[in-house]
Every structure is written in C-alpha cells, then in structure tokens.
T-cell receptor, first 111, second 114 residues
Framework: DVKVTQSSRYLVKRTGEKVFLECVQD?????MFWYRQDPGLGLRLIYF???????EKGDIPEGYSVSREKKERFSLILESASTNQTSMYLC??????????FGSGTRLTVV | RKEVEQDPGPFNVPEGATVAFNCTYS??????FFWYRQDCRKEPKLLMS???SGNEDGRFTAQLNRASQYISLLIRDSKLSDSATYLC???????????????FGKGTLLTVNP
C-alpha cells in the first residue's frame, strides 16, 4: 500500500513563527497536494505539485508557500503563522487518473 | 453553483437501514469520480471509484449519471461501523498537461444507531 507520512501529528506554534510541515510518499507518485480542513468548510486546496520543482496555487494559497525538491517530498511552509491558520492540514499524493492517498494529518494550533 | 454539492445531512439511521447519498457536480468535463469515507479526526480514505456503468462493492453501490452530472452512493444493511462522513469527489479536468486535481464535497455525516 502507498504510504503518505506527515512529520507531525500535533503541532503548537506561536504567532509569527515560520512553520514547516513535511510530507513524504513512498510510491513514486507524480502528484502531491496540501489541503486544510476546517469544520463547515470541508477540504480546501492550498497548493499542489505535479512534478519536482513544479507547483500550482490551489484555492487558498495566501500565507503559504511550498517546496518540492525531490519527487517523494512536498513541504508546506507557513511564512509567518497566524491564529487563522489553526487547522488540520492534510497531505495527499496520487498517480494521474487515480484517487488520492492521504497522510494522517497534522493538527496545527497557532497561539 | 458550487463545484461539488452534497446532501447537507446529517443522516441518522437505525442499523440495517438502507441509506442513499446524492451529489451533483458542475464541471461537465470531469472524468473521474470517487466516494471517500472520513472517520472522526482521521484522514479521508478512498471508499470506491464510480464508473458510468455503476459499480458495487458488497453493501455499497455507486452510480454515475453524466447527463445529469449526478453521483450517488447507496449503503444497504447499514452497520454501526458505517458511521462516518462520506465525501463526494470529482476530478477537475484540464485539457493537456499531466496535473490532476480533485474537488471534494463538504461531506455528509452518517450516524448508524443501534
């Protein structure tokens, strides 16, 4: 089975800190995605990447950046964390034409 | 019109009931369709893909109507363990390129009661 691993399950950061969320997949998938999930709002796409060093903005990219230097790793960066970025962050990967496999999520709290 | 719209729910049903979820999508060029299941405080997991001919996996049946841009999921003989949020998922088709993005509905919460 494909495994998508997110580096932290729970994270607490202070306002203004730079935050790195790491995601690694082990099945050579081309596509990788970062979502956030909030009650009542569902899953919202932040950024995605369909190849190394390629990235595209999703629906809510403001306040975030991403890095994909290697095919298996896709990092989400919160440049200056704010309290409205408190959320569940989910990474996913896929092959073209197939469904996603999600990581177990990182619950980030910004205080 | 929202890209993917689902029944708002929540659905509360007794064990053994049959329950149906409906979903509509706005992008007529969409080519791939899925149902995901998400347990409380867990990540979404693929339940089943949805094909034009309709497909069945045990107690679960998925249907696609391209003309109406409508997807459904039927759960027969529901179990307590079916309690979860069910997400309707549609790909965002783009001509050319190799990128591939899915759009998720907000989900419908199902609670199966003893």
């Amino acid at each position: 089975d494909v495994k998508v691993t997110q580096s932290s399950r729970y994270l607490v950061k202070r306002t203004g800190e730079k935050v790195f969320l790491e995601c690694v997949q082990d099945m050579d998938h081309e596509n990788m995605f970062w979502y956030r999930q909030d009650p009542g709002l569902g899953l919202r796409l932040i950024y995605f990447s369909y190849d190394v060093k390629m990235k595209e903005k999703g629906d809510i990219p403001e306040g975030y950046s991403v890095s994909r230097e290697k095919k298996e790793r896709f990092s989400l960066i919160l440049e200056s964390a704010s309290t409205n970025q408190t959320s569940m962050y989910l990474c996913a990967s896929s092959l073209k034409g197939f469904g996603y496999t999600f990581g177990s999520g990182t619950r980030l709290t910004v205080v | 019109r929202k890209e993917v719209e689902q029944d708002p729910g929540p659905f509360n049903v007794p064990e053994g009931a049959t329950v149906a979820f409906n979903c509509t999508y706005s992008n007529s060029a969409s080519q791939s369709f899925f149902w995901y299941r998400q347990d409380c405080r867990k990540e979404p997991k693929l339940l089943m893909s949805v094909y034009s001919s309709g497909n069945e996996d045990g107690r679960f049946t998925a249907q696609l109507n391209r003309a109406s841009q409508y997807i459904s999921l039927l759960i027969r003989d529901s179990k307590l363990s079916d309690s979860a949020t069910y997400l309707c998922v549609v790909n965002e088709a783009k001509s050319g390129g190799s990128n591939y993005k899915l759009t998720f509905g907000k989900g419908t919460l199902l609670t199966v009661n003893p």
